[in-house]
């Protein structure tokens, strides 16, 4: 009987530990995106000139003036299942490319990226056939995410209602090109949200919406979170990344700052970006409508003299009178 309770607390506790066992997503190690730009060096944009860069890189690069621009520099973490990861930075920190880069969309000049499952990228860029029907990119948006034709008609109406493109007309049935941006950005999410994702990465994409439409799209990324999914999210909005988001990468001139908690992470970002000085410029801007009291002074002093001002002509009028009268005499 020992040997069965003992049998029995070891298998516990490895379920135990298996359930809370956490599993890698993705993997970036020492990572560098670099971008080349040609100069302005012989033969640009002929034929010649683009087979000798892909043939002759190096040499290539030398004679044509080839700039690069180191866009990420040696950025290594590991996301786990369940986590939701927000990237944040100034303009040009690196935070697109970082996405593109694990989604497989650019090529990495160092380094390495290792992925459990097929990531996908959700940008505002989204490619969308902009003369086709809002139903129609309905469709085509499942069929490219590895959707079968039956569940796009099974969560045709679901993903319509969530985007809420019908809320003021029947606007699904019309071209992409008459929406807005912010009604395109919701059809985006809702055709990207439709599928559990391994990895769904975001990219502004809940920026163009709403504030109802944002509810939805965190009450979405949190069921999203509890399917063992990973969920990436690039954003200037801090609230929406407190909100969602449990974990923060902050990168900076395409170095990784800081990797940790999303309150330590944001404490220190706005911090750097002088967020505490904004609030104090809108108090003392606030007090200062209060300071022109003086001014008011001199306008009631101002109120008697109107009224003689105003006697002084017909005096001056009345004083002629009399000396006409005078004449005659």
Not at 171 to 196: C, E, N, Q, V
Not at 272 to 295: I, Q, S, V
Request: charged share 25%; glycine share 8%; net charge positive.
């Amino acid at each position: 009987m020992a040997e069965n309770t003992e049998n029995t607390t070891s298998t516990a506790s490895t379920a135990t530990t298996a359930t809370t066992e956490k599993i890698p997503t993705v993997i970036a190690d020492g990572v560098d995106v670099v971008y080349r730009v040609n100069g302005t060096g012989a033969g640009r944009g002929t034929a010649t000139a683009a087979l000798n860069r892909m043939l002759r890189r190096g040499q290539a690069e030398k004679a044509a003036g080839v700039r690069k621009v180191h866009a990420v520099r040696n950025v290594s973490f590991t996301a786990y299942r369940g986590e939701a990861i927000g990237l944040i930075g100034t303009n040009g920190s690196g935070k697109s490319t970082l996405l593109k880069a694990v989604a497989g969309l650019l090529p990495v000049e160092n380094g390495r990226i290792y992925t459990d499952g097929q990531p996908s990228l959700l940008g505002v860029n989204a490619a969308l056939m902009s003369d086709l029907t809002g139903e129609r990119n309905v469709h085509l948006g499942g069929l490219a995410m590895g959707m079968s034709r039956e569940q796009i008609r099974e969560r045709y109406q679901e993903i319509v209602d969530f985007s809420g493109i019908n809320e003021k007309g029947d606007f699904i049935t019309l071209p992409m090109r008459t929406y807005s941006s912010g009604m395109a950005a919701r059809l985006r999410f809702s055709i990207a949200a439709a599928k559990d994702h391994d990895v769904l990465m975001i990219d502004e994409a809940l920026a163009t919406g709403d504030r109802s439409f944002q509810k939805r799209s965190e009450a979405r990324i949190r069921e999203l979170r509890k399917h063992a999914g990973t969920v990436f999210l690039v954003s200037h909005n801090n609230k929406s990344i407190r909100d969602t988001c449990d974990r923060v990468l902050w990168l900076e001139r395409g170095e990784l700052r800081m990797d940790g908690p999303t309150n330590d992470v944001l404490r220190e970002y706005e911090a750097f970006t002088g967020g505490t000085d904004k609030t104090t410029k809108t108090t003392r801007t606030a007090k200062t409508p209060k300071l022109p009291n003086p001014t008011k002074e001199p306008k009631e002093s101002m109120q008697p003299e109107s009224p003689k001002s105003l006697k002084s002509p017909k005096q001056e009028q009345t004083q002629p009178k009399a000396e006409n009268a005078s004449l005659p005499s």
